[in-house]
Nanobody, 122 residues
Framework: QVQLVESGGGLVQAGGSLRLSCKAS????????MGWFRQAPGKERESVAG???????YYADSVKGRFTISRDNDKNTVTPQMNSLKPEDTGVYYC????????????????WGQGTQVTVSS
């Protein structure tokens, strides 16, 4: 099973940018659809963005135009670039992988990273 490790979180002021990264182990990364989810304090985990095996991208309405997700199948990485950050983007961000087509449903993902904290100050 693929293992995922996120990095790149931190503290940033509103309007700033962060680039997260998710590194996957194993040789099956190219067959995985990848998703990014976040969980704000006291709230349920929600889908933020994702990318299919073939590079099609998906975004939640709340981040469209601000976040851009990409993948590098040679390096086994998926990278969301987050711009124009808002305090409501604060939360723990999780990388997830699933075999097959992309889905934004948490239950459809079979592997998860440990999460990385993003805090946006006002």
């Amino acid at each position: 099973q693929v293992q995922l490790v996120e990095s790149g979180g931190g503290l940033v002021q509103a309007g700033g940018s962060l680039r997260l990264s998710c590194k996957a182990s194993g040789r099956t990364f190219g067959s995985k659809a990848m998703g990014w989810f976040r969980q704000a304090p006291g709230k349920e985990r929600e889908s933020v963005a994702g990318i299919s095996r073939t590079g099609d991208t998906y975004y939640a309405d709340s981040v469209k135009g601000r976040f851009t997700i990409s993948r590098d199948n040679d390096k086994n990485t998926v990278t969301p670039q987050m711009n124009s950050l808002k305090p409501e983007d604060t939360g723990v961000y999780y990388c997830a992988a699933r075999t097959g087509r992309y889905s934004n449903r948490e239950a459809d993902f079979e592997a998860w990273g440990q999460g990385t904290q993003v805090t946006v100050s006002s």
